[in-house]
């Protein structure tokens, strides 16, 4: 029975041990619960680490992954229920979560994932059926007003490997979200950095942050407005390239 679920139709996944052994994410899980070899928490999140390796959600109620070697490779027996993964990150904060991306962040550099000299910041609004009251949003035009899930990502332009990401409420803008990913990224690999932006991220708080830090520069376009245009022609500069 043993060898037929190790050798079942996830197979794939029994790949990744050998990447867990050598990122040491066991231990970078272990250090996220405050838990032991011996305790059921960090196998409880080795089975949401898995699910996302599977970029699928909503198996637990469907009992698609059951009897096929997923509760093995999680170190358990039995598929854990969403009550059980609410209860575990209901007992930690964001701040947690950003201490265990830092803590991924600094191992996967030492591991040579991350060039580091270009980083790019990007933030992605999903639709989201959350039953908290928060703002609408569009993501086009022309489509109707929906609940948006805000996400922030900061990712090495190099080598397209992510330094880490955030989760913003109705009220955590993209420019608080952004200086939070760059002293994120900071901290995992402290050199000096270009980062890549869109219009977006055009504000005077985060160029203040980016002018007054030491190790960042920046590459942003202007937004098109009649304002910046007219102040473009008032410049007496040598231009370099296109834009």
């Known amino acids: 029975m043993l060898s037929h679920k190790v050798s079942g139709i996830f197979v794939g996944l029994w790949l990744l041990i050998a990447e867990h052994l050598r990122l040491g994410t066991w231990d ?20 949401v680490v898995h699910e996302s390796a599977l970029c699928v959600n909503g198996i637990r109620p469907c009992h698609t992954l059951g009897h096929q070697g997923f509760e093995l490779l999680n170190g358990l027996s039995y598929i854990i229920s969403d009550e059980e993964i609410h209860k575990l990150l209901d007992q930690h904060t964001i701040p947690d979560a950003i201490q265990m991306q830092m803590n991924l962040g600094r191992l996967r550099l030492a591991n040579g994932h991350y060039e580091g000299k270009l980083l790019a910041i990007d933030p992605h609004r999903i639709v989201t059926y959350s ?53 994120l990224a900071n901290q995992i690999n402290p050199q000096s950095t270009v980062i890549l932006a869109d219009s977006e991220h055009f504000t005077d708080e985060l160029l203040s942050f980016i002018n007054y830090h030491p190790k960042f520069d920046i590459l942003i376009p202007v937004p ?14 040598k231009r370099m390239w296109a834009g």
């Open 28 to 47: 970078v899980i272990k250090g996220w619960t405050h838990c032991s070899d011996h305790d059921i928490s960090p196998r409880v999140a080795l089975q």
């Open 131 to 183: 039953k908290r009251v928060m703002p609408k949003k569009k993501k086009l035009p022309e489509e109707p007003s929906k609940k948006m899930l805000q996400t922030f990502f900061c990712i090495d332009a190099k080598t397209g490997q992510p330094y880490g990401h955030l989760l913003g409420s109705s009220g955590f803008t993209a420019t608080k979200a952004a200086i939070d990913l760059l002293n």
């Open 224 to 237: 098109y407005t009649d304002k910046v245009q007219k102040m473009v022609k008032s410049l007496t500069y």
